[in-house]
């Protein structure tokens, strides 16, 4: 029976790489994976500091389980060139930064200790997708995702593919590969047991076959009373394979659910009911460690798309995703488009056979996660190269022939060979440009951007962004042009029955490469800040739930008489799914309701109040006195939301708030920790730019420096666990709103599970 146990913990790191001392243990810092080579100040930065080579090392000694049986070490990926030495010998090399890997250290493992040793080359090789050209993020060096030692009989269970047909039907059929693993090609006689399993472990039923091969396909059908993957109930079923062999056992499981996902001509269709796709871009980078955050920083991720912003989807930007936030949207039911590294360029022969394995390693990872509903196999925004994505297409159609593919360009009139015609759409500000012929326009017609003459499946997979990039603490007017930006775009969306959504570009600010970005290494795209802090547009999107998900009120604005130009608050955007809006200033009281004039196909639009609800004399104009507001937004006629808004903010409450206050100790738990400055009313103050100084005691440490500057009047930090268990105890001090303390807590495995 195999084991599989994390090898995270006591590698030693030091910078550079000599092949001919990867025999022998280099002195080093003492790190826990997963790790970043180098961790990064929060802006302006030079970017080459990890372009370079670096080594891991770790020992293991010998174990008796080891004698007679299959070992190796599992790399959920590492970034990037990476070269796996054991005792000094070159065991596997794997180019690719952003897909798994695995070292066979069977036969050659000593009995005593035995060196394994990772070289990692942060240098952005021309051979290797996304590079050869520039890129807009970046590819932070290290380790960075886990590491784990599996230990399994001579033959094993190498992969489960699990389809299900009939999936709407009352009586469903799952079919289940099981893929062997026989590396020393023993030959064995054996029988592959499949269990079908609810989300309680009950078995539901099973099937059984005889393998001598490779592989062999059990299948498994009328099955009765079985329930939907769904985005509102994302129920999981279990495929537990067992194998039993004159070679020795093995067990593998995998979850699945069913559900059918198709883009059609008519939009995208889940479970055969019409859903428009909204949805936000996500890159994998955090503040200060780049990628290497581990599991319940991805979980948070994926909870802050689906739970907070009210996406429906989300694009895995422009590379496969860590195994844990991917599976974390099958548990709580969000979409996923995965798509292979790159970002603009192709490069020669020998890079576009590397890209053509990643749609390889890719799928063959993914393909059993039911939220994954689109395998994105072209570089992101690169030229057409046909015969390179005839290939890219046909092997993911081979591999994977319940998926359809896209391909996300930028470009018109690109050669159609996907099963869905995937567009980054960045036609809205383009009326700004010298010599443009034509009004403001949110998204062109799918037809003016494919070149066909007929409509195909067609996806707006980017728009925002770069087109009008928006910091937390800039100017009210500019962000709430950016909400309604994104207004525009979704409202369009909605209205286009061919469309099948929109993917906003993106989740949040990112570190990126000084070719990009606003000077100082960041891309200001986000509708929240790096700390996933929500800016203005945010709210766009979460306000497009149902109220029954959630009652959503946010007028955007900072409320003063002189923050705009000229001055005044008009008009007014309030993001909602209310009914009504009612403002009261002063003495005045107007209630408002959705601009469906505007944005008839929004499910929710936003109130707009301008001048067809106040006049200039009822909001005063410069040079009059400036009062309090308050919001309160209805919903059947009864109140549901209220907000107050005060003319005189001052500084009042420091806000520290942990996403939990319970960390796992083994490994590398994390939590974000936000920290705001509130006025009286309990709102926050956008333009305080004052430092706060963290400490942490206990088994956790601070990722980032220990003091921190408001932006947009918040911020945040991570912590990390050490490994041990006791209590951790946060201080955070700000010289003008004085000191919050937190207890928090590193619980170790054996006392969570009593």
């Known amino acids: 029976m195999r084991s599989v146990t994390s090898f995270n913990d006591t590698w030693t790191f030091s910078e550079g790489f000599d092949a001919a001392s990867a025999g022998r243990l280099q002195a080093g810092k003492s790190v826990s994976l997963p790790h970043n080579a180098v961790e990064l100040p929060f802006n302006y930065f030079d970017e080459a500091s990890y372009q370079r080579a670096f080594t891991y090392q770790k020992v293991l000694t010998w174990r008796r389980e080891f004698h007679g049986r299959e070992v190796s070490l599992v790399f959920d990926a590492a970034m990037a060139d990476a070269v796996v030495y054991l005792n000094g010998e070159e065991i596997i090399a794997h180019k690719d930064g952003y897909t798994p890997f695995e070292a066979r250290l069977t036969d050659k493992l000593r009995e005593g200790d035995n060196l394994i040793t990772v070289k990692i080359d942060g240098s952005e090789n021309p051979e290797i997708p996304p590079f050869g050209g520039r890129i807009d993020y970046l590819t932070y060096a290290g380790i960075y995702r886990d590491v784990w030692l599996k230990v399994t009989d001579a033959v094993s269970i190498a992969n489960l593919k699990i389809e299900t047909r009939d999936a709407l039907s009352d009586a469903k059929s ?97 479970n055969g009911r019409p859903l428009t796709i909204r949805g936000l871009n996500r890159h994998q980078a955090f503040p200060y460690v780049g990628y290497a955050m581990g599991r319940t920083a991805q979980e948070r991720d994926a909870e802050i798309l689906k739970n907070t912003l009210h996406c429906n989807l989300v694009r895995t930007s422009h590379y496969p995703q860590s195994k844990w936030f991917l599976d974390h949207c099958d548990r709580i039911g969000l979409l996923v488009f995965e798509e292979i590294p790159g970002w603009q360029h192709i490069g020669g022969e020998g890079w576009k056979q590397e890209a053509i394995q990643n749609v390889r390693r890719m799928i063959e990872r993914d393909w059993n996660h039911p939220s994954i509903i689109i395998w994105g196999v072209r570089i992101n925004e690169s030229q057409d190269s046909h015969d390179f994505y005839v290939e890219t297409n046909r092997l993911a159609r081979e591999l994977d022939p319940t998926r359809q593919t896209g391909g996300v360009r930028y470009i018109t009139d690109s050669e159609y060979l996907e099963d869905v015609y995937t567009m980054n759409d960045f036609i809205l500000g383009n009326e700004e440009l010298p010599g443009a012929n034509r009004p403001r326009t949110a998204l062109r017609p799918q037809q003016e951007c494919t070149g066909l003459t007929r409509k195909v499946p067609y996806l707006i997979t980017e728009f925002g962004g770069h087109m ?33 959504g929109a993917v906003g570009w993106c989740m949040f600010d990112y570190n990126t490469h000084k070719d990009f970005g606003s000077g100082d290494r960041i891309c200001y795209h986000g509708v929240m800040d790096m700390f996933r802090q929500p800016k203005f547009a945010a709210y766009v999107y979460a306000s497009q739930c149902e109220p029954s998900e959630g009652v959503v009120m946010k007028p955007v604005t900072f409320w003063a008489r002189g923050e705009r130009n000229i001055g005044g608050v008009l008009p007014l955007i309030v993001l909602t799914n209310c009914d009504e809006v009612e403002l009261k200033y002063g ?18 639009p936003p109130v707009v109040i301008d001048h067809r609800h106040f006049t200039k004399d009822e909001l005063g104009v410069w040079g009059m006195k400036w009062e309090d507001a308050a919001f309160t937004g209805f919903i059947d006629g009864e109140p549901v939301a209220n907000l107050r808004m005060v003319a005189d903010p001052v500084p009042t409450a420091l806000e520290v708030v942990p996403d939990s206050t319970a960390l796992r100790a083994e490994g590398r738990d994390s939590v974000r920790v936000i920290v705001r400055a509130l006025d009286q009313a309990g709102n926050i103050l956008p333009f305080l730019n004052d430092a706060v100084d963290v400490t942490v005691t206990g088994p956790a440490r601070l990722l980032g420096p220990d003091r921190l500057i408001f932006q947009g009047g918040s911020t945040g930090f991570w912590l990390e666990t050490t490994g041990a268990a006791g209590g951790i105890a946060v201080a955070v001090t700000s010289t003008r709103l004085g000191t919050v303390r937190l207890e928090l807590s590193a619980v170790s495995d054996e006392a969570a599970a009593a």
Do not use: M
């Open 587 to 604: 003495s005045l009281v107007k209630r408002v309701g959705p601009d469906r004039e505007n944005f008839p196909h929004l499910p929710h």
């Open 468 to 500: 009008f990039p928006t910091k937390i603490y800039d100017q009210e007017q500019r962000q709430a042009e950016h909400v309604r930006r994104h207004l525009e775009v979704l409202n369009a969306a909605y209205g286009d029955p061919s469309i099948s």
């Open 174 to 270: 799952v079919s289940i590969r099981c893929d062997l693993g026989n590396p020393q090609g023993v030959n064995f006689a054996g029988t592959v047991t499949a269990l079908l399993k609810d989300a309680n472990g009950k078995v539901l039923a099973e099937a059984a076959g005889e393998s001598r091969g490779e592989s062999v396909t059990l299948e498994i059908t009328g099955l009765k009373g079985l329930s939907l993957w769904d985005i509102d109930s994302p129920v999981l079923y279990e495929v537990e394979a067992q194998l039993r062999s004159d070679r020795g056992s093995d067990r593998l499981s995998s979850r699945f659910g069913f559900r059918t996902a198709e883009f059609t001509t008519d939009g995208f269709k889940l």
